[in-house]
């Protein structure tokens, strides 16, 4: 799986704010970068969940993805918690302007 680094550029608004499952806040620039220079590289994202909140003038939408691939060259097998909040961006489009990923752990409850 590539990721068409120039068509998430059209889709991520200049101004996005985006919290990663680190807690890291991460900009349109690092995120575009860490695709095209190929520190992330998925191979597989497979959708489970997916929530749409339609608001006037805004979109929240949560969905979530088990990650298959590497960062880092670090193995990546994850459950995420994505949200993402889609508007009309300072250029003038629809546009993500807001994000946050939440890894998902499995809660084991006893008795």
Known sequence: ?????????????????FTNHLGQLITKVQDLEMHHCGVLKLTELIPSE????????????????HLLGKYNNSIIDEHIRYTRV?????????????????????CIISD
């Open 86 to 106: 889609w508007s009309i961006s300072s250029a003038g489009s629809l546009q993500i302007v807001a994000g946050h990923a939440s890894v998902i752990k499995s």
């Open 50 to 65: 997916q929530h749409i909140q339609l608001n006037e003038g805004f979109s929240v939408v949560s969905v979530q993805m």
């Open 1 to 17: 799986m590539t990721f068409n680094v120039v068509k998430l550029d059209i889709l991520i608004a200049p101004e996005l704010i």
